[in-house]
């Protein structure tokens, strides 16, 4: 059964391409009859305007495919900059932890060695007693005895005047303060 139906004409266009001309040697019209040279020449005008076309269509979609290429890279050559950031300020907050947890640690130990109040009490409990007013207490010390008062880790730079001189001065003060006490 044919879709036609009754008194519908129907015109079919064809426009042959490049490849068909070369394909079909009775389209390529080596030898044109005279009267179909007009019809000939606008064959011809179609196939090459059909070829541009779709050369001009093929330039147009590798273009749309490089500037979207060159937007998603970057749209995506910042994230990843800021993932790799975030890992490593994680790492370094992670690093300033253990650091301050070691300085705590360090601290707690040199209170615990140096709390001169414990250590009274202690020789309190021992029996012993403080110094009365008019006695005057010495102590021998070796000659290569050294007082420390800060410890640096930082090799290249040593101990900071500023540390030295603050701990110079508590030193000063709580020696001032237990001969005025005692």
Same mark, same amino acid.
């Given at each position: 059964?044919?879709?036609v139906k009754?008194?519908?004409?129907?015109?079919?266009?064809?426009?042959?391409?490049?490849?068909?001309?070369?394909?079909?040697?009775?389209?390529?019209?080596? @030898?044109?009859?005279?009267?179909?040279?007009?019809?000939?020449?606008?064959?011809?005008?179609?196939?090459?305007?059909?070829?541009? @076309?779709?050369?001009?269509?093929?330039?147009?979609?590798?273009?749309?495919?490089?500037?979207?290429?060159?937007?998603?890279?970057?749209?995506?050559?910042?994230?990843?900059? /800021?993932?790799?950031?975030?890992?490593?300020?994680?790492?370094?907050? $992670?690093?300033?932890?253990?650091?301050?947890?070691?300085? /705590? $640690?360090?601290?707690?130990?040199?209170?615990?060695?140096?709390?001169?109040?414990?250590?009274?009490?202690?020789?309190?409990? /021992?029996?012993?007693?403080?110094?009365?007013? @008019?006695?005057?207490?010495?102590?021998?010390?070796?000659?290569?005895?050294? /007082?420390?008062?800060m410890v640096?880790? %930082?090799?290249?730079?040593?101990?900071?005047?500023?540390?030295? %001189?603050?701990?110079?001065?508590?030193?000063? @003060?709580?020696?001032?303060?237990?001969?005025? $006490?005692?």
């Amino acid at each position: 059964m044919s879709s036609v139906k009754e008194q519908e004409y129907y015109t079919e266009v064809y426009m042959p391409i490049a490849r068909q001309v070369y394909k079909y040697p009775e389209l390529s019209m080596s @030898n044109p009859p005279e009267d179909k040279t007009e019809e000939i020449r606008k064959d011809r005008e179609k196939i090459r305007r059909a070829t541009r @076309n779709r050369v001009f269509e093929t330039i147009i979609a590798v273009g749309l495919i490089m500037f979207v290429g060159v937007f998603f890279i970057l749209l995506i050559n910042p994230q990843v900059g /800021l993932a790799e950031l975030a890992k490593d300020n994680s790492d370094l907050k $992670d690093e300033i932890a253990v650091l301050k947890r070691n300085i /705590l $640690d360090s601290e707690a130990d040199v209170n615990g060695i140096t709390d001169m109040d414990s250590i009274r009490a202690q020789a309190l409990a /021992l029996g012993m007693q403080d110094p009365n007013a @008019n006695q005057v207490v010495t102590i021998p010390m070796p000659e290569d005895d050294k /007082l420390v008062t800060m410890v640096s880790y %930082d090799e290249e730079y040593g101990i900071s005047e500023e540390a030295y %001189d603050s701990a110079v001065e508590a030193l000063t @003060n709580y020696y001032l303060e237990a001969q005025q $006490d005692g």
